[in-house]
């Protein structure tokens, strides 16, 4: 996917002037927050169960060698493929070979941000095979050439003409006087429209929520049915799996998805959580014919042994974003990559360079909601720290920035020095302010008073006031 | 209670002392009311935040070298700051991990360090403060005081024995204001959309008065509520407990407009 | 090798070699022992209570269930669920022993055909290995007597799920797949496909709203044969 994210502020006055999309973020916003408080508060041992999350994801990055090791032997007892992928690349390269061995001419997609972070569909299209987005939200995004916005509510920002209006552009043959006016004549008209490639298709092509090493199947969670279909009409099956994804058993796996849709979409459990192991058995009716797994790093090793091992705990949930101030104000895309809010400003640098991602764990209040709702309790804000400690070691941060924080050192580290210098600063800006207690403007703050006024001190600080205190003994 | 006084120190913070004293006197009176012995080190400056949340460790460990020699010795360190507060709690060990004795008096200095409303009421036992406010006041829970320390009852225990005083509780009280320290200037487009959400909240609750645990909150909401003309005031918590607001002028407002109540 | 090229990676990033064996053979051992964590207390519950429990979340999640004495009484419950509908009686029905055992001719206007779902199925009904109470899910595995289409491709999906086969946890459930199923090539006990089933299908994709039916079954009613005397409250 295009890397937009270094245009990150250009992207945010786009979004802030877009009254769509600042309408459907206010829409979304407390339905996210609602409907995961409520889930937890149905669970009494919610907070048990993250710690729980936590360690079993901890154990797992440990031994990850070990436990992908047994993954890949129990795939191949089960009759699958495993096909190792360091790079992009090389992962863009199998997926392509597995569907021209097939013969694939169309190409059925479950939601998957990992293909997103490939690119496999421009891949394969490249090719000449046809990729066919099959979630409700990908669909219509695929139709208007976007992005997802949400790492599961890819197309939360759009609203019904929206919808409408992509529809009309791609189902030609659709009637005039055909009406959209429910969100149900919506969903019915994508639904017949995708159940006929879902039919037609060679190849389907799903994500992985979990790799299970016990007995190398890989677990898909969806609401709507589309990874199911995708997986099992097609004569061949892909799934997509980064290697994080592994945990060591079905009770791992389980103790995960007790936290998993919770934390998502404030469901209990998502409706479809399919396990799948190997191809069609003897005697089996349907099912693919061949199942293949393509297990990407691209980057993630590089992150074990660092700060950021701890974001290889993530289960992308998405309660991180759907608990972000930042993230409701400037929505998904200005982010400008694959995975946006706190989980992408940690992942993101680590995997296309924080010098392209800077601004992304710099745009944080560090509010701390976003590790506090995290299911297998990612330091989120701590990791954003840790990217700009190392933007700082690598002189990348923007110099205006360095130097007043030199200057501001410098008097910090002096305390009789600096005593002056804010006695000096308190009694110009008092004085300045004297008449209403704030100032509407004033040079080198625009980055204030742009939209707010900034009031002006009490006109001494607390120190002199203080040694004057003690000077006439009321203190 | 022991028989003689603790000895508390006065971590002021860099925006009380450059900007709202008044709030740093308040807490001596509080603290004084509960029985202490107060005492402000002369040697504070700041507790390091904005270096350390800009990535610059080198200088947040400087700084905070300096404020575990100013606040040895104490029984406790006080801050009318939650931010602060959590900086030193929870953060400041950590910049000596690879300092194993600095560290140990870093995890001392951090044990013995309390925000100021937290302090009262969970380590002097107070359950009541001396004061009246007559008005209806809302109040938001600053981020790092409610997500690092767990401030969230204590201000508004104290806060409902203020003679005079009603508490309307904040939608969205939890959400960031939007203030991150430098944030609120590197990213003041998404700072003024988020303190706007702030103030259309604090509007709503019907409130004349916003009080809050942190200056830093405290500017930019103040400032973003008179940007919008509304005739809200803001001010620090302490204020309001050490019955102070008769001779202090609410933040961002014009001396003489003190003493209405 | 790719796959050594990858293995190496992570063990750089871990600053280790291979696991010695002495570890290997402790991981070895925590994945036949396959440990289980917390189970929440909410299934931890009688047998009645557990039923109970089942069909609460059934219909929380927009299912339905009905109670049938005996397996012989299915045909008219299938028949009456369908006329209520307003749906047609032929559906396509899993090649599944116990399905086949139940008295259909009981019900004359019901036209099973028996094999996959086929896309022009509008009505399927499956047969249930076994349900989680602790959220009202379904555990359908696939085998030649339970294709998965059958799950997926009608407007109404019915299950036929004895209660006997309802257990509190998932980890439960495993330990039945664990107990009863085997791959005859592979050795191991994962079926080609397992479904966990929760509530007809849904999507929040337009507006953030909920709508049934998203590309499965818009329906789910579950036909609960009260084969369990200890589960009878």
Partial sequence: ?475 | ?261 | MSRETMLNAIRRGLKRGPLPEDQQMGLRARLAGHPRHLIPARSRVSRPEQIALFIRNVEKEFGSVARVADLAAIPASVAGYLAAQNLPTDFAMAPHPELAAIPWDTSPLLRQRIGRAESTDLVSLQHGYAAIAETGTLMLPAAPERPTTLNLLSDTFLVVLRASRIVGAYEEAWDLLRAESQDARSGGFMPRNVMLVTGPSRSADIESTLELGAHGPRRLHVLLVEDDPTAIG
């Fill in chain 1, 1 to 475: 996917m295009q890397v937009n994210s270094p245009n990150f502020k250009a992207n945010v006055t786009h979004a802030l002037a877009d009254a769509r999309l600042q309408k459907a973020l206010d829409f979304t916003r407390p339905s996210f927050a609602g409907r995961r408080s409520a889930a937890v508060a149905n669970l009494p041992e919610f907070e048990q169960l993250r710690d729980i999350g936590r360690d079993i994801k901890n154990h797992t990055l440990a031994n990850l060698d070990f436990y992908l090791e047994t993954w890949a032997a129990n795939v191949e007892r089960a009759g699958g493929q495993v096909h190792w992928c360091s790079t992009a690349d090389e992962a863009r390269a199998a997926v392509l070979k597995i569907c021209l061995d097939a013969g694939a001419r169309t190409v059925t997609k479950g939601k998957s941000m990992i293909s997103e972070e490939l690119g496999i569909n421009e891949h394969l299209e490249k090719h000449g095979i046809a990729p066919v987005e099959t979630d409700l939200g990908e669909y219509i995004l695929q139709i208007r050439n976007e992005g997802p916005s949400h790492i599961i509510a890819p197309a939360f920002h759009l609203n019904r003409e929206d919808w409408e209006e992509s529809f009309r552009k791609v189902h030609t043959d659709l009637p005039a006087d055909r009406v959209f006016h429910e969100r149900r004549d919506i969903l019915t008209e994508a639904r017949t429209r995708l159940r006929e490639k879902f039919l037609a298709a060679d190849v389907g092509i799903t994500g992985a929520n979990f790799l299970i090493a016990e007995t190398g199947s890989s677990v898909i969670v969806t609401n709507e049915g589309n990874g199911d279909l995708t997986q099992t009409l097609p004569k061949v099956h892909i799934a997509l799996a980064s290697i994080e994804k592994v945990v060591p058993t079905l009770e791992d796996a389980t103790s995960l998805l007790r936290l998993l849709a919770r934390s998502a979409t404030g469901q209990d459990f998502s409706v479809y959580t399919t396990f799948s192991t190997g191809g069609r058995r003897p005697g089996d009716l349907d099912g693919p014919e061949e199942y293949h797994v393509v297990l990407i790093d691209n980057g993630r090793s590089n992150m074990l042994g660092t700060e950021f091992q701890e974001m290889l705990r993530c289960i992308r949930c998405a309660a991180c974003m759907n608990h972000c101030p930042v993230y409701f104000t400037v929505g998904g895309h200005s982010y400008g990559w694959v995975y946006p809010g706190p989980m992408g400003s940690v992942l993101t640098p680590s995997l296309i360079g924080i010098d392209q991602a800077g601004h992304l764990p710099n745009a944080s209040t560090f509010c701390g909601k976003c590790e506090s709702v995290c299911p297998v309790k990612i330091p989120l804000p701590k990791l954003m720290r840790h990217w700009r400690e190392r933007e700082f070691e690598r002189h990348l941060s923007p110099q205006g920035m360095r130097s007043n924080l030199a200057i501001w050192a410098w008097f910090a580290k002096r305390p009789q020095l600096y005593r002056l210098a804010t006695f000096l600063a308190a009694s110009l800006l008092g004085w300045l302010g004297r008449k209403t207690g704030r100032l509407a403007s004033l040079p080198f703050a625009e980055g204030w008073t742009e939209g707010r006024d900034l009031p002006t001190p009490e006109g001494d600080t607390f120190f002199a006031r203080y040694a004057k205190a003690q000077r006439e003994g009321k203190i």
């Fill in chain 2, 1 to 261: 209670m022991p028989n003689t006084k603790p000895r508390v120190a006065l971590f002021v913070t860099c925006l009380v002392d450059l900007h709202r004293p008044s709030v740093g006197f308040a807490a001596i009176k509080l603290l004084e009311q509960a029985g202490c012995h107060v005492e402000v080190p002369r040697a504070q400056t700041c507790c390091g935040q904005p270096a350390y949340n800009s990535g610059d460790r080198a200088t947040a460990r400087e700084l905070c070298r300096g404020l575990l020699d100013a606040f040895g010795g104490y029984d406790y360190v006080v801050v009318p700051s939650g931010s602060c507060g959590g900086m030193l709690r929870e953060h400041m060990p950590h910049l000596f991990d690879d300092d194993p004795n600095t560290r140990a008096r870093a995890d001392a200095l951090a044990a013995r360090t309390y925000e100021l409303v937290s302090f009262l009421t969970d380590v002097m036992g107070v359950k009541s403060v001396d004061a009246s406010y007559q008005g209806t006041v809302t109040y938001h829970d600053s981020c790092a005081g409610l997500r690092e320390l767990g401030i969230k009852a204590q201000p508004r225990a104290l806060l409902a024995s203020v003679e005079g005083l009603t508490l309307t509780e904040l939608a969205d009280a939890e959400v960031c204001c939007g203030f991150g320290g430098t944030f609120c200037v590197k990213y003041p487009e998404i700072s003024v959309r988020m303190v706007s959400d702030k103030t259309k909240s604090i509007a709503a609750t019907g409130a004349d008065t916003l009080l809050a645990g942190d200056m830093g909150c405290l500017l930019n909401m103040a400032g973003r509520l008179k940007r919008e003309g509304s005739s809200v005031k803001t001010r620090h918590i302490a204020e309001v407990l050490a019955g102070m607001t008769g001779e202090l002028p609410a933040i961002g407002e014009a001396r003489g407009s003190e003493g209405r109540r």
